[in-house]
């Protein structure tokens, strides 16, 4: 009886032993099929994108050049103005003042001038018979050419008086938009004093700046053996608005800034673009997208990847045996893929999705390989 005891338990504990390899042999033997990608080489088209704000060619300041009252406001904010329209009008007394005064002033030494002038030519003909002295008729010849130096310092101080007036009208000194408004009619305004701001926005600039590494491969990377000749060998650059939205037309890079700013450590750009439209407003901010293309590299699916402490990782696939391989990556602008600069050959093969089921090792079946493409 003790026997057939034993012998039982020893068929039983073969039967557990079979069923364990047989589990483990299934484990072994690929049991679900993977897609693999067959790398070539090929130039994947990149950006890079960089916060940017829009200002106008220019945007001046408009300031009394007197002191006064405002008058008149001819224009509102957000209006559209040409140079030399009037914007305000100014009441200023003193300079009213001023030219009153110096009108009387110009009439006074005129007939201060047209007495000595008399005195001259009644007294020439008399020191001529030896009727008065020469003293007494030079006298007078200097009474004259003073009268006519003060007239012409009066009609001097005339001009500047009408000059002075004519700054009671503020016009615009150039074509553009009117900007904020801060003070009303009634108000007292001097020559420190912001009445409004005109901006040029005929054309815009964009500017945005690349920190000092970014900015050595950028220009390491556009033809030309100076500054001025990359930037004239530079691909047109686009503007992204505010609202996520890629305005109509190319600007070009105009300007880089010869230091590195110490304190930010980056470099100054400016992007002009054509705003014919009115559609750019000084002040307002965008992104600006350098193109470039990056040459002989692998264009794979993000799918295809994963990662491991910040490093980005493929199954490579050698024979029927995945490997994780480490590679570098750059994203590319559709968001879903990435040009591969470096971990990786021509013709190898990687696995392209469903990379979260693998281990490093592990056999598996492919169902399908296909060239990578841009």
Sequence with gaps: MKTKMILSGAIALLGLASCGNSGQTNQEAPSQEYPVMVLNKQDANMQSVYPATIKGQEDIEIKPRID????????????????????????????????????????????????????????????????????????????????????????????????????????????????????????????????????????????????????MSFLDGVEGSTQSEKIRNMEPVSLILADGSEYEDKG????????????????????????????????????????????????????????????????????DTVKQQLISVQTMPNGQDYAVTSGLSDGDKIVSDGVATLRNGMRIATKQEYLSQN
């Design 68 to 215: 006064g009252y405002i008058e008149a406001i001819y224009v509102d904010e957000g209006s559209v103005v040409r140079a030399g329209q009037i914007l305000f009008k100014i009441n200023s007394p003193s300079s009213e003042q001023a030219l009153t005064s110096a009108k009387a002033s110009v009439s006074s030494e005129k007939a201060q001038v047209n007495t000595a002038k008399v005195n001259v030519d009644r007294y020439r003909p008399l020191a001529e018979k030896g009727i008065v002295s020469e003293v007494q008729l030079q006298t007078y010849e200097n009474a004259y050419e003073t009268a006519l130096a003060s007239l012409e310092q009066a009609e001097a101080t005339l001009k500047n008086a009408q000059a002075t007036m004519s700054w009671t009208t503020v016009t615009s000194p150039v074509d553009g938009v009117v900007g904020e408004i801060p003070y009303r009619k009634g108000s007292l305004v001097n020559n420190s004093n912001t009445l409004t701001t005109i901006a040029n926005t005929g054309n815009v600039y964009a500017y945005f700046s690349l920190n000092e590494r970014k900015l």
């Design 252 to 319: 070009r890079i105009e300007t880089i800034t010869g230091t590195v700013d110490v304190t930010t450590g980056s470099a100054n750009f400016r992007a002009e673009f054509s705003n014919k439209q009115g559609r750019l407003r000084s002040g307002t901010s965008g992104k600006i997208i350098i193109p470039k293309t990056l040459e002989n590299v692998f264009v794979i699916p993000q799918k295809a990847t994963f990662s491991q402490q910040d490093k980005v990782l493929v199954y490579k696939l050698e024979g």
